[in-house]
């Protein structure tokens, strides 16, 4: 029994469980990116609403409530580009592409760690400088299996880059003795 539903010769009990599969495996990268943005946002909120709001922030900083929807979209792409990559090419496929995935992922929960809750402002402009290459990196790699899952990072890359040009300007309007605390050795 053919069927047109899935590939050529593919019955549609088969099609069925791999259209099955597809889903879980997007619930699955949902659910790794979500926890990933719970993680950050929970750092977040520590510093926003203490030390970072009383803070000197460069003209070109948006209001605090466009960050939510933002990152909200954006880790969206990131799970639909990560699933696209992993069921085009599996696992075992796009091993490298999606280890970049992850450690990027790791980066960006690491960032507002470092520069809410702990205030280091300048190692978190080190840091996100990095989570911003890590992230062109995962989209060069996601270009071998999908365009479209690379194109998805783009908007992520530029965002971060965008973030990184205000982490840096927050770090280096602090005063003195607190940028010293939060600065990478020279």
Same mark, same amino acid.
């Given at each position: 029994?053919t %069927?047109?539903a899935?590939r050529?010769g593919? &019955?549609?009990?088969?099609a069925a469980h791999?259209g099955r599969?597809?889903?879980?495996? =997007?619930a699955a990268?949902? $659910?790794?990116?979500?926890?990933?943005?719970l993680?950050a946002g929970?750092?977040?909120?520590v510093g926003?609403?203490?030390?970072?709001?009383e803070?000197s922030?460069p003209f070109?900083t948006?209001?605090d409530?466009?960050f939510?929807p933002v990152w &909200?979209a954006?880790y969206a792409?990131?799970?639909?580009a990560?699933?696209?990559?992993w069921?085009?090419s +599996?696992?075992? +496929?796009?091993?490298?592409?999606? &280890?970049?995935f992850?450690?990027?992922l790791?980066?960006?929960?690491?960032?507002p760690?470092?520069?809410f %809750?702990f205030?280091l402002t300048?190692?978190?402009s080190l840091?996100i400088?990095? =989570?911003?290459?890590?992230i062109?990196a995962?989209?060069?790699?996601f270009?071998?299996h %999908?365009r479209i899952?690379?194109a998805?990072l783009?908007p992520?890359?530029?965002?971060? +880059?965008?973030?990184?040009?205000i %982490?840096?300007a927050?770090?280096?309007?602090?005063? $003195?003795a607190?940028?010293? $605390? +939060?600065?990478?050795p020279?």
């Amino acid at each position: 029994m053919t %069927s047109d539903a899935g590939r050529p010769g593919e &019955t549609r009990q088969r099609a069925a469980h791999r259209g099955r599969a597809a889903l879980v495996g =997007l619930a699955a990268f949902l $659910g790794a990116v979500f926890i990933a943005m719970l993680i950050a946002g929970l750092a977040t909120r520590v510093g926003v609403n203490g030390w970072y709001a009383e803070a000197s922030k460069p003209f070109w900083t948006p209001p605090d409530w466009v960050f939510t929807p933002v990152w &909200t979209a954006l880790y969206a792409l990131m799970a639909v580009a990560a699933w696209l990559v992993w069921r085009r090419s +599996g696992w075992h +496929g796009a091993r490298l592409a999606l &280890t970049l995935f992850f450690v990027q992922l790791g980066l960006n929960v690491l960032w507002p760690i470092l520069f809410f %809750s702990f205030k280091l402002t300048g190692w978190a402009s080190l840091e996100i400088l990095l =989570l911003v290459l890590a992230i062109l990196a995962t989209a060069w790699r996601f270009d071998r299996h %999908s365009r479209i899952a690379a194109a998805l990072l783009l908007p992520y890359a530029v965002w971060t +880059g965008y973030a990184a040009s205000i %982490s840096i300007a927050v770090w280096l309007m602090m005063p $003195g003795a607190e940028a010293a $605390g +939060g600065a990478p050795p020279a």
